[in-house]
């Protein structure tokens, strides 16, 4: 039977997962709304759609967040304060309309809480935390710039000598497609890692042993709940994320997304939860740079890597505060 507190983490991580769907939204379609090449409601309904496909594929990312970044058997109350924490500055950034990552947010909350829980740094798996979390987060977007620049470049030497309002007839057609693939990442990646802290709330709880994987419930639940926040869309971030960055063509935003494609799939792959936010939003600024690297605001990009950097600090000192307010009450 389910405790109390067991009841309110599995929520608290629907609610995550619900506001990382509209947070992240503007990750998958962005570019298609403002090159025209989808309309808004088509293309929260395609994303919708291709996140809870997604999200069904795998689970490499769900196990590391349930067993791959703290060694020690938690308190229910440790992983809700973790999730509140997440939840926190997901509001925040989307009220301010920045594109931060809401993977970073909620493993940042996790490290926090589970320091303070155990007054101690000994029991995060800092290996862990290194090779799937640090490098990933460094790493990836700068191999989003660079896919993203190569691609885009690749683009201008084939297509040059063709007309431009053919060039953007081609690409309105398959910016579909590489949007749907983007929004299939998205979910492969994203939805994974509220899969990843229900089960480790599960494991915790004594409902699960270590060695299960992810129940279907779970991966059903959480897919559901990311497609239906993804259905509400995140107009705020999409207006930053969709032309605020650099202007978009068809051309550039089907290889920005391509580009983000192939580098989210490729760190599902190997069960790193990286940021689809610091991805995509690389991936357009390597495909702007293609072209010059004035057409890329570079003020605005800037405003975007700071929050990249504070998030994962700031959700761990949330997580952990979250936790000290709790054991004054228990």
């Given at each position: 039977?389910l405790?109390?507190?067991?009841?309110?983490?599995?929520?608290?991580s629907?609610?995550?997962e619900f506001?990382?769907?509209?947070?992240?939204?503007?990750?998958?379609?962005a570019?298609?709304?403002?090159?025209?090449?989808?309309?808004?409601?088509?293309a929260?309904i395609?994303a919708?759609?291709?996140n809870?496909?997604?999200?069904l594929v795998?689970?490499k990312v769900a196990?590391?967040?349930?067993?791959?970044?703290?060694?020690?058997?938690?308190?229910q109350?440790?992983?809700?304060?973790?999730?509140?924490g997440?939840?926190i500055w997901n509001?925040?950034?989307w009220?301010?309309?920045i594109?931060?990552?809401?993977?970073h947010a909620?493993?940042g909350?996790?490290?926090?809480?589970?320091?303070?829980?155990?007054?101690s740094?000994?029991?995060v798996?800092?290996?862990?935390?290194l090779?799937?979390v640090?490098i990933?987060l460094?790493?990836?977007?700068?191999?989003?710039f660079?896919?993203?620049?190569?691609?885009?470049?690749?683009?201008?030497?084939?297509?040059?000598?063709w007309?431009?309002?053919?060039?953007?007839k081609?690409?309105?057609k398959?910016q579909?497609?590489?949007?749907?693939l983007?929004?299939?990442s998205h979910g492969?990646?994203?939805a994974q890692?509220t899969?990843?802290i229900?089960?480790?709330a599960l494991?915790?709880?004594g409902?699960?042993?270590?060695t299960?994987?992810?129940?279907?419930w779970?991966?059903i639940?959480?897919?559901i709940?990311?497609?239906?926040?993804?259905?509400?869309?995140?107009?705020?971030i999409?207006?930053?994320?969709?032309?605020?960055?650099?202007k978009l063509?068809?051309?550039?935003?089907f290889a920005?997304?391509?580009a983000?494609a192939?580098?989210?799939?490729a760190?599902?792959?190997?069960?790193?939860?990286?940021s689809?936010?610091?991805?995509?939003?690389?991936?357009i600024?390597?495909?702007?740079?293609?072209?010059?690297?004035s057409?890329?605001?570079w003020?605005?990009?800037?405003?975007i890597?700071v929050?990249?950097?504070?998030?994962?600090p700031?959700?761990m000192?949330?997580?952990?505060?979250i936790?000290?307010?709790?054991?004054l009450?228990?």
């Amino acid at each position: 039977m389910l405790s109390t507190v067991l009841i309110c983490v599995i929520i608290f991580s629907l609610i995550f997962e619900f506001i990382n769907g509209f947070h992240d939204t503007a990750n998958a379609i962005a570019t298609s709304v403002y090159t025209r090449a989808l309309t808004a409601k088509n293309a929260i309904i395609m994303a919708a759609v291709m996140n809870f496909i997604g999200a069904l594929v795998s689970e490499k990312v769900a196990l590391t967040i349930s067993k791959g970044l703290v060694d020690i058997k938690l308190e229910q109350y440790v992983i809700l304060a973790a999730l509140i924490g997440a939840i926190i500055w997901n509001l925040i950034t989307w009220i301010l309309g920045i594109p931060s990552s809401s993977s970073h947010a909620l493993i940042g909350g996790l490290l926090g809480a589970t320091i303070v829980f155990t007054a101690s740094t000994e029991h995060v798996i800092w290996t862990g935390v290194l090779h799937k979390v640090v490098i990933p987060l460094f790493s990836s977007p700068v191999v989003g710039f660079l896919v993203g620049f190569i691609l885009m470049t690749t683009l201008f030497n084939i297509f040059q000598n063709w007309s431009q309002n053919h060039v953007n007839k081609v690409f309105l057609k398959l910016q579909i497609l590489s949007a749907a693939l983007v929004a299939y990442s998205h979910g492969n990646n994203d939805a994974q890692k509220t899969m990843g802290i229900i089960t480790l709330a599960l494991i915790s709880g004594g409902v699960l042993n270590s060695t299960s994987g992810v129940p279907l419930w779970v991966k059903i639940s959480c897919a559901i709940t990311m497609a239906l926040g993804t259905s509400i869309g995140g107009w705020k971030i999409m207006k930053t994320m969709g032309n605020s960055v650099t202007k978009l063509q068809p051309a550039n935003g089907f290889a920005a997304q391509t580009a983000s494609a192939l580098v989210i799939e490729a760190a599902s792959f190997i069960g790193a939860p990286v940021s689809t936010t610091q991805v995509i939003t690389t991936s357009i600024m390597g495909v702007g740079s293609a072209k010059r690297f004035s057409a890329v605001k570079w003020g605005i990009a800037q405003n975007i890597v700071v929050a990249w950097i504070v998030t994962l600090p700031i959700t761990m000192i949330l997580g952990g505060f979250i936790v000290f307010i709790f054991q004054l009450f228990i």
